[in-house]
């Protein structure tokens, strides 16, 4: 199991159960799943390194990646300490701001040219998620492909992987598809759907205001 915090917006007294986990499976489908605030992306953040009055709104991504007729996808909850990045442009789309909050400070830079962090509480960022394919493959090979997912993670996090985040991928296949075009290609797949999911999860992320925290999300500095 894995969980993220969200008590800094969300409500502590509104808590997963057994219940809830057969709801969820009983109400499953082939439609395109919601993205951003939604479900644990509802009290997501990320780019928390200089305090969480300077972050932007996290939220739920997914995407698939399909190749000669097997699918890989990912869907993950982003709640990362660090800053969201798009691999294709190297562009920080949502993370840590300025202290006026009106642009994205790039925590890589920052930290790099030794700008002062704020006082991390233990245990409050992470991103999670679930890489499933229809892909024929082993147990063995399912780890594998969790592995690769956080190849995914460090194309779209930056800091990714800190002392401060419980980064956690679960990976599985349905063996729908029949074949497999090898781990390879399976691997590559992975790592790419990840990347695009934990995208995603900042471009469909909407900006919310609870109490006295505002997160702007991607959408409001774009």
Do not use: Y
């Not at 990320?46 to 009055?53: A, D, P, T, Y």
């Not at 956690?168 to 691997?187: D, E, H, I, N, W």
Request: glycine share 14%; charged share 15%.
């Amino acid at each position: 199991a894995a969980v993220l915090f969200d008590l800094m917006v969300g409500d502590a007294s509104v808590r997963p159960d057994a219940q809830a986990g057969w709801r969820a499976c009983a109400a499953a489908s082939t439609k395109a799943p919601a993205q951003g605030n939604v479900g644990a992306g509802n009290g997501a953040a990320v780019g928390k390194l200089f305090g969480i009055q300077r972050a932007m709104k996290g939220g739920i991504g997914t995407a698939s990646v399909t190749v000669d007729g097997v699918t890989v996808g990912a869907l993950v909850a982003c709640n990362a300490l660090g800053d969201v990045v798009d691999p294709a442009t190297g562009r920080v789309i949502a993370g840590a701001r300025t202290a006026n909050g009106k642009k994205l400070l790039d925590s890589r830079k920052a930290i790099l040219r030794g700008d002062l962090l704020k006082p991390l509480l233990a245990g409050t960022n992470t991103t999670i998620g679930v890489i499933a394919t229809d892909a024929v493959i082993t147990k063995v090979q399912a780890q594998r492909l969790a592995q690769m997912g956080h190849d995914g993670l460090a194309r779209s996090i930056n800091p990714v992987h800190t002392m401060s985040d419980g980064d956690t991928l679960f990976a599985l296949g349905t063996g729908r598809a029949g074949k497999s075009p090898g781990m390879m290609v399976l691997c590559t797949m992975a790592a790419e759907a990840t990347a695009r999911a934990v995208v995603n999860a900042a471009l469909a992320a909407r900006g919310i205001t609870a109490g006295a925290l505002t997160l702007p999300a991607a959408i409001d500095l774009a």
